[in-house]
Structures are given as structure tokens and as C-alpha cells.
């Protein structure tokens, strides 16, 4: 961990790998959504808000995704009834026709997990 100065109070820094968190909160989305409709759906985006940006993301990408941040922290997910909230829970909520759901970790990490469409999936 680095030691950092972020909005005027000093915090800590650590590089995360990225490309393994997406692939372990793709597997909690793709196991959850069955669980929850007992329907596949392989293919997820996943939005982590609560980390920061590179310094080198240009502005415009950067207010981008805040927007997108905004949008997502309005949704009334639904609370789904868990074993231990303090270290994982999870809300869902429909819209038209698909399952978005938002993970929360600790009782602060937050993860959204919203399935990309087939115009949208990776190649």
C-alpha cells in the first residue's frame, strides 16, 4: 500500500487486479441470476464505484462513468435475505425485463452487476 493525499485527507493506495475481480464478480452475477430465475446469462458488465480513476482517463470518460455511477446508486434494488449481511448481501431489480443487481461487500465494498445484451457482449 502507498501512502496518498485524496480530496485534502490522507489514505492509502494499492494497484488491484482488475481483469480477476470482474471475472470473480461475473461468476457471483452469473451464480446469483440463476439462483434467483433459473436462467443463464453469461455475459455481465460489472461497475465497481468505489474505486478511483487513473489519473491518465481523460475528463470526458471520466464524467462518463460518474454518470452512469449516478444512475446505478438510484435504483431501489431489492434486499435479498442472506446468511451474513456483514460480509456479503445483495439487492436485485428489474428493468424491462432484466435482472440488475448490486453486491455489497463488508458492508461497504459495492459492486452492480448489469447483463450486457448480444449487441454488446465481448469478442
Keep these: 500500500m502507498q501512502t ?7 489514505t492509502g493506495a494499492f494497484k488491484l487486479d482488475i481483469d480477476r475481480l470482474e471475472k470473480v464478480f ?3 452475477a452469473r451464480a446469483i441470476h440463476y439462483h434467483e430465475t433459473r436462467q443463464k ?3 455481465w458488465g460489472i461497475v465497481m ?3 478511483f480513476f487513473n ?7 471520466r464524467q462518463n462513468w460518474l454518470q452512469l455511477f449516478e444512475m446505478l446508486r438510484k435504483i431501489g ?15 436485485r431489480a428489474d ?13 461497504s465494498f459495492v459492486v452492480d452487476a ?3 445484451m448480444e449487441e454488446f457482449r465481448r469478442v
Excluded: M, W
Aim: proline letters at 11%; aromatic letters at 14%; one cysteine or more.
Design 41 to 43: 446469462h453469461t455475459d
Design 49 to 51: 464505484p468505489r474505486l
Design 26 to 28: 461475473e461468476a457471483c
Design 4 to 10: 496518498v493525499f485524496h480530496e485534502g485527507q490522507l
Design 55 to 61: 489519473p491518465e482517463v481523460p475528463e470526458a470518460q
Design 77 to 91: 434494488f431489492e434486499r435479498k435475505p442472506v446468511a451474513n449481511p456483514k460480509v456479503f448481501e445483495y439487492g
Design 114 to 116: 448489469l447483463p450486457l
Design 95 to 107: 428493468i424491462e425485463g432484466h435482472s440488475l443487481y448490486r453486491f455489497v461487500f463488508y458492508e
